[in-house]
């Protein structure tokens, strides 16, 4: 199984660039990289979701690089409101669509 | 208005005792899913589901049954058998189960032993 490792913890000011780095070494070769946000009491929320190179939607950009070891997760200007727990997700690739949730990176925004 | 709905929001269990935990979806989805997240965790799967009454179990089965008798319903049950069921409890749901296909999270129920 794909293991991720993040950072435990970020702290940002408000209308900054945050990037969040997650580290995925023993990623297969049909495995998608995932990204959810999730706020205190609530189910995670799809952000975004790439295989390579980069992709963007309205919320955010990810950026894979060739060997896709790794993905950072950037969210441009961010606000108070971003202040939530990232995870960062390679899914187990026997394609039964089982998520591997790590402890996730806890971004502070502050104003 | 379409989503994941789970009820109740909070549950409270006696010891001993069996709670059944309800998650519907009107996504159309064929897979579900239902995770523990302990506090400042991530989620583990308990139970999952690719089809209509067909499950499998995740990586902490234990102490904890489920059914898919129809399509837009995947109820847990947490039995007596599970010694530490304090947690939130969140379902959700997918196109199918291919692992690129996105998750859909309902709100969550947050259970508690008396």
């Known amino acids: 199984l794909a293991k991720t490792t993040q950072p435990i913890s970020m702290d940002s000011y408000e209308g900054q660039e945050v990037n969040i780095t997650c580290s995925h070494n023993?990623?297969?070769?049909?495995?998608?990289i995932t990204w959810y946000q999730q706020f205190p009491s609530q189910g995670p929320r799809f952000i975004i979701q790439?295989?390579?190179t980069k992709v963007t939607n309205e919320v955010a950009s990810l950026f894979i690089p060739a060997d896709r070891k790794s993905s950072t997760l950037s969210l441009p200007r961010v606000s108070l409101s971003d202040t939530a727990v990232y995870y960062c997700?390679?899914?187990?690739?026997?394609?039964?669509?089982?998520?591997?949730f790590g402890q996730g990176t806890t971004l502070q925004v502050k104003p | 208005d379409g989503g994941i709905t789970q009820s109740p929001k909070y549950l409270f269990r006696k010891e001993g005792q069996n709670v059944t935990l309800s998650c519907e979806q009107n996504?159309?989805?064929?897979?579900m899913y239902w995770y523990r997240q302990d506090p400042g965790q991530g989620l583990r799967l308990i139970y999952y589901?690719?089809?209509?009454?067909?499950?499998q179990k995740g990586d902490i089965a234990e102490g904890y049954s489920v059914s898919r008798e129809k399509k837009e319903s995947f109820p847990l049950t947490v039995t007596s058998a599970q010694k530490n069921p304090t947690a939130f409890y969140l379902c959700?749901?997918?196109?199918?189960?291919?692992?690129?296909?996105?998750?859909?999270f309902g709100p969550g129920t947050r259970l508690l032993v008396l």
């Open positions: 996504l159309n989805h064929d897979a």
């Open positions: 997700l390679v899914a187990d690739s026997s394609n039964t669509g089982k998520l591997i």
């Open positions: 589901s690719q089809i209509v009454n067909d499950f």
């Open positions: 023993n990623i297969a070769t049909n495995d998608y």
């Open positions: 790439g295989y390579k």
């Open positions: 959700a749901s997918s196109i199918s189960s291919g692992d690129q296909e996105t998750q859909y």
